[in-house]
T-cell receptor
Framework: DQQVKQNSPSLSVQEGRISILNCDYT??????FLWYKKYPAEGPTFLIS?????DKNEDGRFTVFLNKSAKHLSLHIVPSQPGDSAVYFC????????????FGKGMKLTVNP | KAGVTQTPRYLIKTRGQQVTLSCSPISGHRSVSWYQQTPGQGLQFLFE???????NKGNFPGRFSGRQFSNSRSEMNVSTLELGDSALYLC????????????FGPGTRLTVT
């Protein structure tokens, strides 16, 4: 049973436009959410995170929104740049219970010049 | 500060063989987690070691095992390899296991023929 779901496998946007990456989760015990970016032949790189006590966290061009009632989070990238082209993973953890991360299957973002 | 290193980067093995992968965490980090990445399942948590003790374990068969040494370096072993074990194996280190501070290595690509 997939506890963290990224239902769209890919997204293509034009440079300068907004990229919106979505993630849904089923486990109500998750209280910390993270986004990772992964380039080919490299390990995932931490991008941004959000605690369940917040509904928004912003870091430069990246903003993560959390809707706990809908068990949904999204990553907004504005403006999108060609260098943002990568696979993005949504991950969640239940910090009260364990330190393991539960990942979604990832979504490939392509930003076209 | 050097990042997380994993050796070897690529490995080809035959069904039934066993394999040992190595991970050297960032200096000072005491927690090492292992993940398996496959196209169909995304990243899945294998286990986490902290101060030479396994603290958490994912839902993988007993053929997958690991250990951590006193210098925090970690190894994972897969015995009786199956075709389905072909994957990218990633390790991540953190100071104390807090998931939002995990840093990933580039991974070891294992191919089982």
């Amino acid at each position: 049973d997939q506890q963290v779901k990224q239902n769209s496998p890919s997204l293509s946007v034009q440079e300068g436009r907004i990229s919106i990456l979505n993630c849904d989760y089923t486990n109500s015990m998750f209280d910390y959410f993270l986004w990772y970016k992964k380039y080919p032949a490299e390990g995932p790189t931490f991008l941004i995170s959000i605690s369940s006590i917040k509904d928004k966290n912003e870091d430069g061009r990246f903003t993560v929104f959390l809707n706990k009632s809908a068990k949904h989070l999204s990553l907004h990238i504005v403006p999108s740049q060609p260098g943002d082209s990568a696979v993005y993973f949504c991950a969640a953890s239940d910090q009260g219970g364990s330190e393991k991360l539960v990942f979604g299957k990832g979504m490939k973002l392509t930003v076209n010049p | 500060k050097a990042g997380v290193t994993q050796t070897p980067r690529y490995l080809i093995k035959t069904r039934g063989q066993q394999v040992t992968l190595s991970c050297s965490p960032i200096s000072g980090h005491r927690s090492v987690s292992w993940y398996q990445q496959t196209p169909g399942q995304g990243l899945q948590f294998l286990f986490e070691y902290f101060s030479e003790t396994q603290r958490n374990k994912g839902n993988f068969p007993g053929r997958f095992s690991g250990r951590q040494f006193s210098n925090s370096r970690s190894e994972m072993n897969v015995s009786t390899l199956e075709l389905g074990d072909s994957a990218l194996y990633l390790c991540a280190s953190s100071l104390d296991g807090k998931t939002y501070e995990q840093y990933f290595g580039p991974g070891t690509r294992l191919t089982v023929t």
